[in-house]
């Protein structure tokens, strides 16, 4: 396994507070992440509920492996919404897991790790397998490209198990969007899916190892066992949008 990345040349994120939010900058045009004081656990953003459409696939993964932690949102939610799900972060930038305890972001237990290291090295070495891979990566100047190239997409597909999801947030109006999707499309020659979410720059990809014409892809309004009231009514206005977005023909 590779070893953690070192503090040198990475910028530092800047958090901002007020008496109802707290969130994580690199810059005066972005906002990195957003967390709610009063409730931590909640996702800020559309674009990470659609990114929990891969509830449709796997109600109950047993792994999830994320990269790019951020504030966390993605981690915090589905740490406290799938207690029996093994969820692995990896983060490139030591600064912003500096800033785990500030944004409420769990100790690393059983269940949950928070590994410093680049994640297209990890992804290339690892021997894990996941039933999610959830790709949520940026830096102060985008995408970086370790993360978004042939042979990334490639690995990706590598660590997930058969009928895994890839899930990969996107800006939908970066010049090379559709590169990358051609590249998921290319490294996953199964099912893709790209939903935009509205109001936003991003745009949020959905890819499936072993997908076939056989494979049912459901949808209920009536929320998980496992999961409380307050979480599914979070997500699952954007998971049917998710759902929608699957009855159309996928990209292949």
């Known amino acids: 396994m590779p070893h953690p990345t070192p503090d040198d040349d990475f910028e530092k994120p800047i958090v901002h507070e007020t008496a109802l939010s707290k969130s994580m900058v690199f810059s005066d045009i972005d906002i990195q992440s957003r967390m709610s004081v009063a409730r931590p656990d909640e996702l800020q953003f559309e674009y990470t509920r659609l990114m929990m459409g891969v509830l449709l696939f796997h109600p109950q993964p047993k792994s999830i492996l994320m990269v790019g932690l951020g504030g ?7 740490y406290k919404n ?3 799900t093994h969820i692995t972060v990896v983060e490139i930038n030591p600064h912003v897991i500096a800033l785990r305890q500030s944004f409420c972001i769990p100790d690393d237990d059983a269940h949950f790790q928070v590994l410093q290291m680049d994640a297209a090295d990890f992804m290339a070495h690892t021997e894990q397998t996941f039933d999610v891979v959830m790709v949520d990566g940026f830096d102060p100047q985008g995408m970086p490209e370790q993360l978004c190239s042939p042979q990334f997409y490639s690995d ?3 660590v997930l198990n058969s009928g895994g999801v890839a899930v990969a947030n996107l800006h939908r109006f970066s010049a090379y969007r559709d590169v990358y999707v051609d590249r998921m499309e290319s490294a996953f020659d199964g099912a893709l899916w790209v939903v935009n979410a509205p109001g936003t720059t991003n745009c949020v990809v959905f890819a499936m190892h072993d997908f076939s014409k056989d494979t049912k892809i459901t949808y209920s309004k009536h929320k998980p066992a496992h999961m409380s009231d307050e979480a599914w009514a979070q997500i699952s206005p954007s998971v049917a949008r998710v759902f929608l977005a699957t009855q159309a023909p996928a990209l292949t």
């Open 156 to 158: 990706c597909r590598r």
């Open 72 to 78: 966390g949102s993605l981690a915090k939610f589905c």
């Open 82 to 84: 799938l207690p029996h």
